[in-house]
T-cell receptor, first 110, second 113 residues
Framework: DAKTTQPTSMDCAEGRAANLPCNHSTISGNEYVYWYRQIHSQGPQYIIHGLKNNETNEMASLIITEDRKSSTLILPHATLRDTAVYYCIAKNQAGTALIFGKGTTLSVSS | KAGVTQTPRYLIKTRGQQVTLSCSPISGHRSVSWYQQTPGQGLQFLFEYFSETQRNKGNFPGRFSGRQFSNSRSEMNVSTLELGDSALYLC????????????FGSGTQLSVL
């Protein structure tokens, strides 16, 4: 019962901005969107989350469309260490757990 | 603060055996969730414990069980292991007052032969 869809993979040059899109047209109005990433052989790492307004922290920025049907995670200056699988996440229908989906594999190259 | 600690890091078992995995959450976190990660199915939610009570459960057979102790440490048990149980088992803790910001451990890689 995944509620989010993401591209399977993306490439980005080191130093450039990485813009990772996510569609979440079926989430409810009071449901947050979360972003995590997973570097090979490690557990997922929280990046950012948002409801309606754009959010920014030390790792990334999150832009949510006004209709809340999609969002974009922005890594402003991608580095090789940002190579990872990025998950855009919402809760399952019962509201009891985060559903991770397949994510986007971001490859940052020099 | 120390992060989420999972032990052991690697485990090899044979079909039919049972296994117990351990997770120590971040100090002060009373919620612990368990996820199974496989190449084919990705990350799947197993269950969540809060204050020693199972609060939510995913769609896994009864062979998968867990518990949480008074110090918030958690264990999960898988009985009668099957080849398909080979996976990375991830534990995550959170402070329920901070929405769903989960802090994951590095996981236990279980191989069933």
């Amino acid at each position: 019962d995944a509620k989010t869809t993401q591209p399977t993979s993306m490439d980005c040059a080191e130093g450039r901005a990485a813009n990772l899109p996510c569609n979440h047209s079926t989430i409810s109005g009071n449901e947050y969107v979360y972003w995590y990433r997973q570097i090979h052989s490690q557990g997922p790492q929280y990046i950012i989350h948002g409801l309606k307004n754009n959010e920014t922290n030390e790792m990334a920025s999150l832009i949510i469309t006004e209709d809340r049907k999609s969002s974009t995670l922005i890594l402003p200056h991608a580095t090789l260490r940002d190579t990872a699988v990025y998950y855009c996440i919402a809760k399952n229908q019962a509201g009891t757990a985060l559903i991770f989906g397949k994510g986007t594999t971001l490859s940052v190259s020099s | 603060k120390a992060g989420v600690t999972q032990t052991p890091r690697y485990l090899i078992k044979t079909r039919g055996q049972q296994v117990t995995l351990s997770c120590s959450p971040i100090s002060g976190h009373r919620s612990v969730s368990w996820y199974q990660q496989t190449p084919g199915q990705g990350l799947q939610f197993l269950f969540e414990y809060f204050s020693e009570t199972q609060r939510n459960k995913g769609n896994f057979p009864g062979r998968f069980s867990g518990r949480q102790f008074s110090n918030s440490r958690s264990e999960m048990n898988v009985s009668t292991l099957e080849l398909g149980d080979s996976a990375l088992y991830l534990c995550a803790s959170r402070d329920p007052g901070l929405n769903e910001k989960l802090f994951f451990g590095s996981g236990t890689q279980l191989s069933v032969l």
